[in-house]
């Protein structure tokens, strides 16, 4: 069992970084390209504050974070993400770099399946719009392309369902090296 200690939500818009204090104690992060729906982004701002996890929304978002459904999604949870919000894919892109964390991109666009990837605690695990996905630049950007597979002829799994399932398996082999 990992307990995490609370964390208060910091949000910065320029330049993006994450907080001093969090920065060397995330196991991993999960980025958000440009989401376009409140809810499932409160959802996976939730589950950053229970696993611990640091969260990035890399602007423009398809809503304002004061949003109703945004908060209602995240309830009490947001007060307990370190969250850092980033104006530009140019932005994330340039804290990213000087940093060396190591880009993971979620789409059903990639051959390789997620759990036959290694993840790394430098990992930022990537999630695109609900509606487009990503640019063609931030594909490039990516050091890896993963796949959650599913069953022939549906499209694709929610994107709060997705980081749940990337994130979960990210963690179990980031704690358990040998699995």
Not at 1 to 12: A, K, V, Y
Not at 113 to 133: M, N, P, V, W
Request: aromatic share 8%; hydrophobic share 45%; proline share 5%.
């Amino acid at each position: 069992m990992h307990e995490f200690p609370g964390r208060r939500c910091f949000i910065e818009t320029f330049p993006a970084r994450i907080a001093p204090d969090t920065a060397l104690a995330q196991p991993m992060q999960i980025a958000l390209f440009q989401p376009d729906i409140a809810q499932n982004t409160g959802t996976i701002l939730r589950l950053c504050a229970c696993l611990g996890v640091a969260a990035h929304i890399i602007e423009p978002a398809g809503f304002p974070v004061s949003d109703r459904l945004f908060r209602r999604a995240g309830m009490d949870y947001l007060d307990h993400v370190s969250l850092t919000r980033h104006d530009s894919w140019s932005k994330f892109e340039d804290w990213r770099a000087a940093q060396s964390y190591r880009l993971l991109l979620f789409t059903t666009k990639a051959a390789t399946d997620y759990r036959d990837f290694r993840y790394q605690t430098s990992d930022i695990l990537l999630f695109g719009r609900e509606s487009a996905g990503v640019t063609d630049a931030v594909v490039e950007a990516a050091d890896a392309r993963l796949v959650i597979p599913i069953k022939a002829g549906l499209r694709s799994l929610n994107v709060a369902m997705t980081a749940a399932m990337a994130a979960g398996e990210a963690l179990r082999q980031i704690r358990n090296p040998q699995a």
